[in-house]
T-cell receptor, first 117, second 114 residues
Framework: AQKVTQAQTEISVVEKEDVTLDCVYETRDTTYYLFWYKQPPSGELVFLIRRNSFDEQNEISGRYSWNFQKSTSSFNFTITASQVVDSAVYFCALIIYSGAGSYQLTFGKGTKLSVIP | DTGVSQDPRHKITKRGQNVTFRCDPISEHNRLYWYRQTLGQGPEFLTYFQNEAQLEKSRLLSDRFSAERPKGSFSTLEIQRTEQGDSAMYLC????????????FGPGTRLTVL
């Protein structure tokens, strides 16, 4: 069975600091997809990035960057120069084909990030 | 494009009552998912629709839960004889369809069972 572990339950940083959120996954499948979602206090999950298992290139989008390493089964997320608006719970998720027709997301427990002004 | 919408946003009910939630996916998205999220946890899969067909149900979905997606558009999730353990955020997501495509989530319905 697949599993996603986000060992950091809560992180606090001062505004403008860089912060890395860790994500480790487990799956026996060779084809899978990894995601990051942001959940602000309003509750709605906001999609950030999707990465497939065959693409190990790191990605940068503005202040956000992602480091995917299959050798360590990790998909870490870094926010550069954090801002108060980055305060949220961040979820890492894994998707594989269930065999019964669906592509279910398996989520980690999330990391709550607090950015202090 | 409007996003996924859910109604109501909040529902407070007494134990034993029935409740129904509605989800309107992004138009032209043929896949629809329901998830449940309890405090301090990530969302957990409940059920999945491809158009109007319910193709998969989690073992989390007890007999008191039923979901429908008539005509392959909006979906409803009904919980009968609610229990306090049903208190959670119920999230709906939709995707266009085509492999493991990105699921876009609605704002959720927060259920409190007294």
């Amino acid at each position: 069975a697949q599993k996603v572990t986000q060992a950091q339950t809560e992180i606090s940083v001062v505004e403008k600091e860089d912060v890395t959120l860790d994500c480790v996954y487990e799956t026996r499948d060779t084809t899978y997809y990894l995601f990051w979602y942001k959940q602000p206090p309003s509750g709605e999950l906001v999609f950030l990035i999707r990465r497939n298992s065959f693409d190990e290139q790191n990605e940068i989008s503005g202040r956000y960057s992602w480091n995917f390493q299959k050798s360590t089964s990790s998909f870490n997320f870094t926010i550069t120069a954090s801002q108060v608006v980055d305060s949220a719970v961040y979820f890492c998720a894994l998707i594989i084909y269930s065999g019964a027709g669906s592509y279910q997301l398996t989520f980690g427990k999330g990391t709550k990030l607090s950015v202090i002004p | 494009d409007t996003g996924v919408s859910q109604d109501p946003r909040h529902k407070i009910t007494k134990r034993g009552q029935n409740v129904t939630f509605r989800c309107d996916p992004i138009s032209e998205h043929n896949r629809l998912y329901w998830y449940r999220q309890t405090l301090g946890q990530g969302p957990e899969f409940l059920t999945y629709f491809q158009n109007e067909a319910q193709l998969e149900k989690s073992r989390l979905l007890s007999d008191r839960f039923s979901a429908e997606r008539p005509k392959g558009s909006f979906s409803t999730l009904e919980i009968q004889r609610t229990e306090q353990g049903d208190s959670a955020m119920y999230l709906c997501a939709s995707s266009l369809g085509g492999g493991a495509d990105t699921q876009y989530f609605g704002p959720g319905t927060r259920l409190t069972v007294l």
